[in-house]
C-alpha cells in the first residue's frame, strides 16, 4: 500500500486547511488509520486516528480544532484542520495506528504564520 498525504500550504494563524491521504495499492480495509506529524527537531506524534467505523481520538493538542474522517469507499483519509496555531507547523503525514514501516509516504508540509 503507498499513501499519500496532500493539501498542506502556508496559512495564517486562525486559518484553516483540509489534509486528504489517499491509498493505493491495496484497501484501508479494517485499519485504524492515522494523521501524525513531525515538526523540526521533535519527533514524529500521533495527532488523530480513526477506525474502520469512525471512531476518533486526538492528541490535547489538536482536539476541538481539528477533525479527522475517512471514506472507505474511496480509500481515503482526511483532517479537517481549523484554528491553526503556529505550534501546527510539521509535516504531516497518514499511516496506520500502530505505524507501519513501508506505509510511510512524502508527506505534506504545513505552515502557520503568526
Known amino acids: 500500500v503507498q499513501l499519500q498525504a496532500s493539501g498542506g500550504g502556508l496559512v495564517q494563524t486562525g486559518g484553516s486547511l483540509r489534509l486528504s491521504c489517499i491509498a493505493s495499492?491495496?484497501?484501508?480495509?479494517?485499519?485504524?488509520m492515522g494523521w501524525y506529524r513531525q515538526a523540526p527537531e521533535k519527533q514524529r506524534e500521533l495527532v488523530a486516528q480513526?477506525?474502520?467505523?469512525?471512531?476518533?481520538n486526538y492528541a490535547d493538542s489538536v482536539k476541538g480544532r481539528f477533525t479527522i474522517s475517512r471514506d472507505n469507499a474511496k480509500n481515503t483519509v482526511y483532517l479537517q484542520m481549523n484554528s491553526l496555531k503556529p505550534e501546527d507547523t510539521a509535516v504531516y503525514y497518514c499511516?496506520?495506528?500502530?505505524?507501519?514501516?513501508?506505509?510511510w509516504g512524502q508527506g505534506t508540509q504545513v505552515t502557520v504564520s503568526s
Open positions: 499511516n496506520t495506528v500502530p505505524t507501519r514501516s513501508t506505509y
Open positions: 495499492g491495496g484497501s484501508l480495509g479494517f485499519k485504524v
Open positions: 480513526i477506525t474502520s467505523s469512525g471512531s476518533s
